[in-house]
């Protein structure tokens, strides 16, 4: 079983041409800006809508744990302590305010959603099957079971990754996989570790990996983020460096606020701030990738 958030059909920023991106539960690193906080975790998280809810109580008294109570105000509240992720609450939500995300599936389940489009794919520029998370490689057995069933049905395959992960598990499986959207968020392995808890120093030695081995499969997503990277000169030292070690391909990745909801419904504080950035704040940036011999693009 492979435990999956959400499959999303007819992608087209997850890599080329037209896509489905299998999203797969849990990841080692915990980025407050993060667009897909409900993946970040290994078990299910339940994601409560206060908008639909008309306070029937339903999910309160399918819950035999009591995982899910209301007070005396009529809020909502979940002690995730207590959750057997029955999905009772889910099931009998008239109003649909309840959703779990961490959902396991068969091979052949999602296997059977991925190749709905194939048709698709196929007439698309390079389309194909994206796994993303999370990262995906926290599953790794079912990381490469989904891939290899791809490319066993001749699909073309993509990963979204941190790069947080060890050496080993990239070799499993790098044969398998035609792209790696791969993300480098901070050139500094200290503000990474405590911003993030991502390991700098992993994620480097696996992107040298992929410059080295297969350097064509690659490009590497710069997320800018106010208050973590948005500087001028820590962008242009880190696309200089990933220039030195033989980088070809870079996307500049504008930061949003887009997955700001889901951490109100996951009960979590959104602590980023609400002031996004533009394609036209990051053209100076763009430029300075062309000038010293990457290819750029801003966003991906």
């Given amino acids: 079983m492979i435990r999956v958030t959400n499959i999303e059909r007819f992608a087209t920023h997850d ?32 994601l409560y809508n206060e908008s639909k809810c008309i306070g029937c109580r339903s999910c309160e008294k399918s819950c035999g744990t009591k995982a899910i109570t209301f007070d005396d105000n009529g809020t909502f509240h979940y002690n995730r302590n207590l959750c057997t992720d029955c999905l009772a609450c889910e099931k009998n939500c008239m109003q649909d305010a309840i959703e779990f995300y961490g959902k396991d599936m068969e091979l052949d389940i999602i296997m059977e ?23 995906p490689f926290v ?11 791809s490319k066993e049905r001749g699909l073309n395959t993509a990963v979204e990754t941190t790069g947080n992960y060890s050496l080993k598990a990239l070799q499993a499986a790098e044969p398998y996989i035609d792209h790696f959207l791969y993300d480098f968020k901070h050139l500094d392995d200290e503000v990474l570790k405590r911003i993030t808890g991502g390991n700098g120093k992993q994620i480097k030695e696996n992107l040298i990996y992929l410059v080295k081995m297969c350097p064509d499969k690659l490009t590497v997503r710069m997320p800018i983020i106010p208050g973590f ?12 460096y990933l220039q030195k070690l033989g980088v070809k391909n870079v996307n ?7 997955g700001k909801a889901k951490y109100e419904k996951l009960g979590r504080v959104y602590q980023m701030t609400d002031k996004m950035l533009h394609e036209e704040d990051l053209e100076e940036y763009h430029q300075y990738a062309l000038k010293i011999g990457l290819e750029s693009r801003i966003g991906g």
């Fill in 113 to 135: 959603e991925v190749m709905k489009d194939k048709d698709y794919y196929d007439n698309s520029d390079g389309g194909g099957i994206t796994v993303s998370g999370g990262e």
């Fill in 229 to 240: 990277n948005f500087d001028s000169a820590l962008i242009e030292k880190t696309l200089g």
């Fill in 139 to 149: 599953q790794l057995e079912g990381l490469i079971a989904i891939l290899r069933a």
């Fill in 252 to 258: 500049l990745l504008p930061y949003h606020t887009l």
């Fill in 15 to 46: 890599g080329p041409g037209i896509r489905t991106t299998v999203f797969l539960k849990g990841c080692p690193l915990y980025c407050p800006w993060c667009a897909n906080p409900e993946t970040q975790t290994s078990y299910p998280e339940l």
